[in-house]
């Protein structure tokens, strides 16, 4: 079946340095979204890529979908502690199927 | 603005008894979905709804069985539990095309 792996699994920055999480999917989606999930809460999305190559912006993160649509990254310039939690990417192969999610990266920002 | 609403918050069972969790999408979204996550885990695919009828499924038990009602509201019917069922069951609602899913606060389960 389809698997969406992401590394690292965990990662701990100080504030203000930059973090990447990568997302790779064994197959080609038709699109990806990101959410992200802080500790004891649900997770809330954070943005929907769909075009292959497409970069969107948003403040600080910077999300990137893969030409071939199988992979995907977020990237967060200048941590806060507001940044911390696990951010998931998330795959579907259809539009109304199930949104597989990836294995989450955990983030950790100490002052 | 109306979130999705997952009742009950919190439930404890033992081994072998039934659970049922409900699930209230938010008004005019014609998808749900429900997936269970484990501790430190990614939430996990169990079955999904478009327009009352199940659009997919994913990993998810024979014990386990799910419905979408006429009012849109979900309902996943768990019986024979089993300790490995504890895990926090998340219900999420969508629009369907690809829009991004809203999801409730979760459900809690500990099987004892």
């Known amino acids: 079946g389809q698997q969406v792996m992401q590394i690292p699994q965990y990662q701990h920055v100080q504030e203000g340095e930059d973090f990447t999480t990568y997302c790779n999917s064994s197959t080609t989606l038709s699109n990806i979204q990101w959410y992200k999930q802080r500790p004891g809460g649900h997770p809330v999305f954070l943005i929907q890529?769909?075009?292959?190559?497409e970069v969107k912006k948003q403040k600080r993160l910077t999300f990137q979908f893969g030409e071939a649509k199988k992979n995907s990254s977020l990237h967060i310039t200048a941590t806060q502690t507001t940044d911390v939690g696990t951010y998931f990417c998330a795959g579907q192969t259809g539009t109304a199927s199930k949104l597989t999610f990836g294995t989450g990266t955990r983030l950790q920002v100490t002052l | 603005a109306a979130g999705v609403i997952q009742s009950p918050r919190h439930l404890i069972k033992e081994k072998r008894e039934t659970a049922t969790l409900k699930c209230y999408p938010i008004p005019r979204h014609d998808t749900v979905y429900w997936y269970q996550q484990g501790p430190g885990q990614d939430p996990q695919f169990l079955i999904s709804?478009?327009?009352?009828?199940?659009?997919d499924k994913g990993s998810i038990p024979d014990r386990f069985s799910a419905q979408q009602f006429s009012d849109y509201h979900s309902e996943l019917n768990m019986s024979s539990l089993e300790l490995g069922d504890s895990a926090l069951y998340f219900c999420a609602s969508g629009r369907a095309g690809g829009e991004k899913l809203f999801f409730g606060s979760g459900t809690q389960l500990s099987v004892l």
């Open positions: 709804f478009y327009e009352k009828m199940q659009s």
């Open positions: 890529l769909v075009k292959s190559g």
